[in-house]
């Protein structure tokens, strides 16, 4: 039997511990009955709860300050890339024309 990578590390050293799976890398437990729920977990979303993909071409949702500059509401992102750690809280990186590759939240892109 395969058991499933950490949804919070994506380390694939998991075990078992009688009901949980245990990660021994982050210490993060979650129950084996909801792994459902985990997998769910690892899906990107955007600001409307649509899956992002990789290579998809997304539109900023709001307003963003970058230093002295703003990226406007409606700026077009093209070919998002998922990321498998976050960085700094930004779970997309994605080019911008004008601002070059950026790293972004999904929360403030839209399919």
């Known amino acids: 039997m395969s058991l499933p990578v950490c949804p919070k590390c994506h380390e ?22 909801s792994q459902a729920a985990a997998e769910e977990a690892l899906i990107t979303r955007d600001v409307n709860g649509n899956e ?10 709001q307003d963003l300050k970058l230093g002295k500059d703003t990226i ?7 070919g998002i890339r998922i990321l498998e ?3 700094k809280g930004h779970d ?4 911008v024309d004008g601002f070059g ?4 939240k999904s929360s403030v892109v839209k399919k």
């Open 92 to 95: 997309l990186q994605g080019r």
């Open 52 to 61: 992002l993909q990789d290579g998809d071409d997304v539109i900023i949702a």
């Open 101 to 104: 590759t950026l790293y972004l």
């Open 12 to 33: 694939d050293y998991t075990y078992e511990d009688g009901h949980l799976y245990v990660c021994p890398m982050c210490f993060h437990t979650w129950d084996a009955h």
């Open 72 to 78: 406007k509401q409606g700026t077009k992102v093209k």
């Open 85 to 87: 750690v976050e960085y």
